[in-house]
């Protein structure tokens, strides 16, 4: 793959750290890291941003990476897609199970509440690492928004050059991640109680 090699002659002919170029083109240091060993690859918005940094072609930068390229994405589109379904489906599984432990404690079926416990804990362990391995593809291709991981997983144009996406690249890593704990901890709790719900409800109206 010779694109990698391309962004950093280009980059340092033009005296430019990878922060610099990072900070240019709306992306992290860390993103430009990715491209330049080949771990990932910029979609076609970067790629316009990167030819005008350097003002070169599209053509020049890519040359005979295009096939190459497009498989790539294709496979990590795909893989993204394949992880946010296991993660919805397995949050329904874990939602469902809690609904149905709860319908059981209530109606005094203890003896069953274990197994069910032990499959919506399975469910919810499985959820949790569909959602890191989901993270770590939003770093690795430097997705910080809603919109952003949407095009991402339909495989259109990522456009990073907006409010929402620059402030949410600004933000402190260690405020960041304390936000995404918090969410799937308040999202587990609510589940939870959700299930629990549903179970006392089930008993009221029986």
Do not use: C
Request: cysteine-free; overall charge neutral; charged content about 20%.
């Amino acid at each position: 793959m010779e694109l990698g090699a391309h962004i950093k002659e280009h980059r340092k002919e033009l005296g430019l750290s990878q922060d610099d170029l990072a900070a240019k083109i709306y992306v992290s240091r860390q993103t430009i890291s990715n491209w330049e060993v080949g771990r990932t690859y910029p979609d076609v918005q970067s790629l316009l941003l990167l030819s005008n940094v350097f003002g070169v072609t599209v053509d020049s930068l890519i040359k005979g990476d295009v096939e190459t390229m497009a498989q790539v994405m294709d496979a990590a589109v795909k893989k993204y897609n394949a992880l946010s379904t296991i993660t919805v489906v397995s949050a329904v599984v874990f939602l469902a199970l809690s609904a149905w432990a709860a319908f059981q404690f209530e109606w005094g079926w203890g003896v069953h509440i274990a197994p069910t416990a032990v499959f919506a804990a399975i469910a919810l362990l499985v959820m949790l690492i569909a959602f890191t391995y989901m993270e770590r593809m939003k770093k690795q291709h430097d997705l910080a928004t809603y919109r952003e991981v949407l095009a991402f997983s339909r495989g259109k144009q990522v456009d990073r050059d907006t409010l929402e996406g620059r402030r949410e690249r600004e933000m402190n890593p260690w405020v960041k991640g304390m936000r995404n704990g918090a969410q799937i901890i308040l999202g587990t709790i609510v589940g939870g109680l959700v299930g629990i719900g549903i179970g006392m409800l089930a008993k009221m109206l029986s």
